[in-house]
C-alpha cells in the first residue's frame, strides 16, 4: 500500500531551510577556494581528452574541505621518476551556490554540476586539486533533498595547459612550469598577411627567443647531458648510419 498521505518526507519550506543551514555551515567552517571550468580547444573523441585544454575563468566560491585532518591519499612518494605528490581531498560544495555563481560559465561541459577535470584552487595550501568524480546524492535523500556535490579530487599534474584566469597565483603556475616553446614565441605588434601576429620562418616554423632553454626552465632535465654521453657511443655518420658501436 502506498505511504501515509499525513507524513511527507519534505516539503519545500523544510528543503529551503536544509539549504539555507548548509550553506551558513560552509560559510562559517569551509574555504575560499577559486573553481576554474576546463575549456576544451582540441578535443579527441576517441580517448576521450584534450592535450591542449585551458583554464581562463575562476570563480571564487566557499568549500568545506571533508577531512579536516589534512589531506588523504599516499601524500609524497618516492618514485623511479623522483618525489610524487598524491595528495587527495573532498571538497564540498552547496548547489545553489554553484547554480548561482559557476553553472552560468559557458565553458562547463555539463552546466548542471561540477564537471570531472575541473579545476579547484586552495589558496591557503598553494594547490591545485583536479576533480576525479562528483558524488551528487551524499548524504542520501535527507528530506526528500539533494542539497550538495561532493568532488573527490587529487593533486593536478600540470602539463602546459593555459592559465588565463586573472587571478596572479593561479596564472603564475604556467609562467614558473610550462615547457612549452611557443609560450616564447617572438610576437609582432600587427598581424602579417597570413593573419597570424607571430614571427615565423619561410617553411612556417616558429622564431623562439634565446630565454627558452630547457635546462633551465626544467632544472631535472637531463637531454644536454644524454646527448653529450650519446655522442661518445654511437656513430650515425655516412660510414655507420645505423649508429652501432665499432
Not at 564540498?92 to 559557476?102: G, P
Not at 552560468?104 to 568524480?133: C, W
Amino acid at each position: 500500500m502506498p505511504t501515509n498521505v499525513y507524513f511527507n518526507t519534505g516539503t519545500k519550506p523544510e528543503q529551503r531551510l536544509y539549504e539555507n543551514l548548509i550553506i551558513e555551515q560552509l560559510r562559517a567552517f569551509g574555504q575560499d577556494v577559486y573553481y576554474l571550468p576546463r575549456k576544451l580547444v582540441n578535443e579527441d573523441t576517441l580517448f576521450g581528452e584534450d592535450s591542449l585544454s585551458s583554464f581562463n575563468d575562476a570563480f571564487q566560491v566557499e568549500m568545506y574541505l571533508d577531512n579536516i585532518e589534512g589531506f588523504e591519499g599516499q601524500k609524497e612518494m618516492m618514485t623511479r621518476f623522483g618525489l610524487d605528490m598524491q595528495d587527495e581531498a573532498t571538497w564540498v560544495v552547496s548547489k545553489r551556490r554553484f547554480e548561482q555563481l559557476i553553472s552560468t560559465d559557458q565553458n562547463l561541459i555539463v552546466t548542471t554540476r561540477p564537471n570531472e577535470g575541473d579545476l579547484i584552487y586552495f589558496p591557503l595550501a598553494k594547490k591545485l586539486f583536479e576533480i576525479s568524480f562528483v558524488d551528487q546524492d551524499d548524504p542520501f535523500y535527507q528530506i526528500a533533498n539533494l542539497p550538495v556535490f561532493k568532488m573527490r579530487c587529487r593533486t593536478f599534474e600540470y602539463s602546459s595547459e593555459v592559465m588565463d584566469t586573472g587571478v596572479s597565483d593561479i596564472d603564475g603556475i604556467q609562467t614558473s612550469e610550462s615547457l612549452d616553446a611557443l609560450g616564447y614565441q617572438i610576437v609582432l605588434e600587427t598581424a602579417t598577411e597570413s593573419g597570424t601576429n607571430h614571427l615565423i620562418t619561410e617553411d612556417g616554423a616558429f622564431i623562439v627567443q634565446e630565454d627558452y632553454n630547457i635546462d633551465i626552465i626544467d632544472t631535472s632535465s637531463d637531454s644536454e647531458y644524454f646527448e653529450t654521453q650519446g655522442d661518445s657511443i654511437l656513430d650515425f655518420t655516412e660510414r655507420n648510419p645505423f649508429g652501432e658501436v665499432t
